[in-house]
C-alpha cells in the first residue's frame, strides 16, 4: 500500500522512528540495520511494508529497496512472521543472511535469535534458489551510472528470467546491433529471444 514515506524525522530509536509526512506521523518498525544507515539528519526516507492484521496494522520500514525485498522474501517462509524478519535483519546485514542463504550456512542462520536448526533449513531450502536467480547485487544501491546493458539485465531479472540465460541473449543482441540501444530498446529484442 505504501511504497516508501518521506519526511521529517521525528523521533528514532534502535526499534522504530517517527516520521512527520503532510502533517501525519508514521510509526515505522525498522531494523538495527536501517537504524544505523538513517543519519541524523531532519530528512528521512524510508522504503516501508504495512502488515495488516485483525488487531493492528504495523508500518515495517528499510533503509534500501534491497533490504525490504529481502524482507518480504523471509516472511512468505511459513513460520517466519515480520517480527522474526526484522530479527533477523538486526542479528546480521542483510548481504550476510543473503550469501549465508545462497551458500547453505545453516549455522550462521541458526545463530540468529528465534531461528532453531529446522528453520534455518527450511529459509535455505525455499530461498537458496530464488536468491540464487536474482543475484547479489539486488542487496546493494543501484549506482547511478549504470549502462543500459546492465540496466536491461537488472528489469529482465526482476521480471523472472534467468539471470544467466538473459546475459546470453543481450550480449547476443548488442553484438548484432551494437551498443547504441537504450534500455527499452534493449528489453524489448531480449523478450523476443527469451
Wanted: proline fraction near 3%; glycine fraction near 8%; aromatic fraction near 6%.
Amino acid at each position: 500500500m505504501y511504497a516508501y514515506i518521506d519526511g521529517k524525522l521525528v523521533f528514532k530509536s534502535a526499534a522504530y522512528v517517527v516520521i512527520d509526512a503532510g502533517g501525519i506521523g508514521y510509526h515505522i518498525n525498522i531494523s538495527l540495520n536501517t537504524y544505523a544507515k538513517l543519519q541524523d539528519s531532519e530528512k528521512c526516507k524510508l522504503f516501508t511494508w504495512l502488515h495488516v492484521k485483525e488487531d493492528a496494522h504495523t508500518l515495517y520500514g528499510f533503509a534500501d529497496e534491497g533490504e525490504r525485498r529481502l524482507f518480504l522474501h523471509l516472511i512468505s517462509i511459513p513460520g517466519i512472521g515480520p517480527n522474526t524478519g526484522r530479527m533477523m535483519l538486526s542479528s546480521i546485514t542483510p548481504v550476510e543472511i543473503q550469501n549465508a542463504i545462497i551458500s547453505g550456512n545453516v549455522t550462521l542462520i541458526q545463530r540468529i535469535k528465534g531461528i532453531g536448526p529446522k528453520s534455518a533449513q527450511r529459509i535455505i531450502l525455499e530461498l537458496q534458489d530464488k536468491l540464487k536467480k536474482e543475484g547479489p547485487e539486488t542487496l546493494s544501491v543501484v549506482p547511478l551510472n549504470k549502462t543500459a546493458a546492465e540496466e536491461a539485465l537488472s528489469a529482465l531479472v526482476m521480471l523472472g528470467f534467468n539471470r544467466n540465460i538473459a546475459e546470453k541473449v543481450l550480449e547476443k543482441e548488442i553484438s548484432k546491433v551494437g551498443n547504441d540501444l537504450n534500455v527499452e530498446q534493449l528489453i524489448k529484442l531480449a523478450l523476443k529471444n527469451l
